[in-house]
């Protein structure tokens, strides 16, 4: 009986993720399926919005690409930081995700609405998240991207100096993903698994306060005078229908 608790004990107390668990072949392996199936996310989001609301390819890749760049800061930031924290890297990893995912975005949220003030305020559009003027400029993409990258890696850095903290790594470090003992089951689960369904949240809803929305009218307003509009435009011909479809996408971005 003695023994049989003692084996119990060590299976619950130590680490099954080795060290190295998060940058071998496997783990590679899961980050670039959790990639893959979280855009793939992202262009079904594209295709869930009005067809007269629906942003052309090229915007919609301008908001996302953003998107992307930061999770990738993110996300290599914590591969890197969960094997040198004491304890199980598996542990570390997922526990960086979550914070990431919670207070992470909030402050990534708030510096985004931060800088659309000041845009605003001082009229620098191009640092306006979503708005890249008309034709769209890929130089306030590439303003945006520096910005959001720079809101991403300042985030980060909040939240490791966090985790650095003597009482937190105290109690953090004892934390085990049991009853979970085998080591690709668990990297599976902090990589694949949960990681997968929060980001399909996080993904969806960032997106949304990324891309341009006109100010001063509700979604709601917007959509019923855009239906309607459409709506009068199909008694012309359907070439005049198609370019009052233009003009309408046009005005929304």
Not at 103 to 110: D, E, H, V
Request: one cysteine or more; charged letters at 15%.
């Amino acid at each position: 009986m003695n023994n049989s608790s003692d084996y119990s004990t060590i299976i619950w107390s130590e680490p099954h993720c080795s060290k190295d668990a998060l940058t071998d072949t496997y783990g590679w392996f899961m980050q670039f399926l959790l990639a893959v199936l979280a855009f793939t996310c992202l262009i079904g989001k594209r295709f869930c919005e009005p067809r007269y609301a629906r942003r052309p390819w090229l915007i919609w890749f301008y908001d996302t690409s953003k998107q992307g760049l930061g999770a990738f800061i993110i996300h290599a930031a914590n591969v890197w930081l969960s094997p040198h924290l004491s304890g199980n890297p598996c542990t570390w990893y997922i526990v960086n995700f979550m914070l990431d995912s919670t207070l992470g975005l909030l402050i990534i949220w708030a510096g985004i609405r931060l800088a659309q003030y000041y845009a605003r305020l001082y009229d620098i559009p191009l640092i306006n998240f979503g708005e890249y003027g008309k034709p769209p400029m890929c130089s306030a993409w590439i303003c945006q991207c520096v910005l959001y990258a720079a809101l991403a890696t300042f985030a980060k850095s909040i939240l490791a100096l966090v985790l650095r903290l003597p009482p937190v790594v105290a109690v953090l470090s004892t934390l085990r993903l049991s009853p979970v003992s085998d080591p690709r089951l668990e990297l599976a689960v902090v990589m694949l698994i949960i990681p997968f369904f929060i980001n399909i949240l996080i993904f969806w809803v960032t997106d949304n306060f990324l891309m341009y929305r006109p100010r001063g009218v509700s979604s709601k307003i917007k959509t019923k005078v855009r239906y309607q509009s459409i709506k009068k435009e199909k008694s012309g011909s359907e070439e005049e229908e198609h370019s009052a479809d233009e003009r309408l996408l046009s005005a929304s971005v």
